[in-house]
């Protein structure tokens, strides 16, 4: 083994054991530190905490997690890297345990380094990262359209609001329209795509778009209902 192939041997090893145990440690001791220094908020909320919204929140929470697992796991599979569900959703969430430690960097980095292990290339592992923050931002936009809609019909009641919710409406789909353009410049001019290929893209992943579509209703049903809960 030459020096170079032994030095990155060696760090391959060390990348492995840092986004281990230590870094899980410290995701635990951040986390503490967020509970311990709202602990006073935390004990007086208990107090009138209603458990069926609570519960039922938590239960959202947790299905939309499990649809992000079950879309990185369609996007793997259309890599050539199939997973298990369960497998896929097990290293997901020991990555995402990483997001609690400033930065928010060492999630990304965790789990390029946990679907490395698994003999995943790291070329197709940052390529699928950027698949899923596309999928997740078009849909996102996309759910957020009959929001903006609302929001006009709920202010547009009141003589006072009206103005301002067409303000607001008229800011939301120029946000909607300039991100999306950005979008396809991005796409079209620095990956240097056809249109044919964009195409092919949302055909390709059309399931896992549809899915984040509804994770992303289900985890606003459940984050209302979590914070109704106190």
Same mark, same amino acid.
């Given at each position: 083994?030459?020096?170079?192939?032994?030095? =990155?041997?060696?760090?391959?090893?060390?990348?492995?054991?840092?986004?281990?145990?230590?870094?899980?440690?410290?995701?635990?001791?951040?986390?503490? =530190?967020?509970?311990?220094?709202?602990?006073?908020?935390?004990?007086?909320? =208990?107090?009138?905490?209603?458990?069926?919204?609570?519960?039922?929140?938590?239960?959202?929470?947790?299905?939309?997690?499990?649809?992000?697992?079950?879309?990185?796991?369609?996007?793997?599979?259309?890599?050539?890297?199939?997973?298990?569900?369960?497998?896929?959703?097990?290293?997901?969430?020991?990555?995402?345990?990483?997001?609690?430690?400033?930065?928010?960097?060492?999630?990304?980095?965790?789990?390029?380094?946990?679907?490395?292990?698994?003999?995943?290339?790291?070329?197709?592992?940052?390529?699928?990262?950027?698949?899923?923050?596309?999928?997740?931002?078009?849909?996102?936009?996309?759910?957020?359209?009959?929001?903006?809609?609302?929001?006009?019909?709920?202010?547009?009641?009141?003589?006072?609001?009206?103005?301002?919710?067409?303000?607001?409406?008229?800011?939301?789909?120029?946000?909607?329209?300039?991100?999306?353009?950005?979008?396809?410049?991005?796409?079209?001019?620095? =990956?240097?795509?056809?249109?044919?290929?964009?195409?092919?893209?949302?055909?390709?992943?059309?399931?896992?778009?549809?899915?984040?579509?509804?994770?992303?209703?289900?985890?606003?049903?459940?984050?209302?209902?979590?914070?109704?809960?106190?």
């Amino acid at each position: 083994m030459s020096p170079r192939s032994d030095f =990155l041997h060696n760090l391959k090893r060390a990348a492995k054991f840092i986004f281990g145990i230590p870094l899980t440690l410290l995701s635990f001791y951040f986390i503490f =530190l967020i509970f311990y220094n709202s602990q006073n908020e935390i004990i007086a909320s =208990l107090s009138s905490v209603r458990l069926l919204p609570l519960i039922g929140g938590l239960l959202l929470l947790i299905v939309f997690f499990i649809l992000r697992s079950y879309i990185w796991r369609q996007i793997l599979e259309k890599q050539g890297h199939a997973f298990p569900v369960k497998k896929a959703m097990y290293f997901l969430s020991k990555s995402e345990l990483r997001r609690y430690i400033p930065g928010n960097i060492f999630a990304l980095a965790s789990r390029v380094t946990i679907f490395g292990n698994e003999k995943i290339p790291t070329k197709i592992i940052i390529k699928s990262l950027g698949i899923e923050a596309l999928l997740f931002v078009l849909s996102s936009l996309a759910i957020s359209i009959p929001g903006i809609i609302l929001l006009f019909q709920l202010t547009t009641s009141n003589i006072i609001f009206s103005f301002i919710a067409i303000e607001l409406v008229i800011a939301g789909i120029a946000f909607i329209i300039f991100s999306f353009a950005f979008i396809i410049y991005f796409v079209f001019k620095k =990956l240097n795509l056809t249109y044919k290929k964009i195409f092919d893209f949302f055909v390709f992943y059309k399931d896992a778009y549809i899915i984040s579509l509804i994770s992303w209703f289900i985890f606003g049903i459940g984050y209302v209902l979590f914070a109704a809960s106190f």
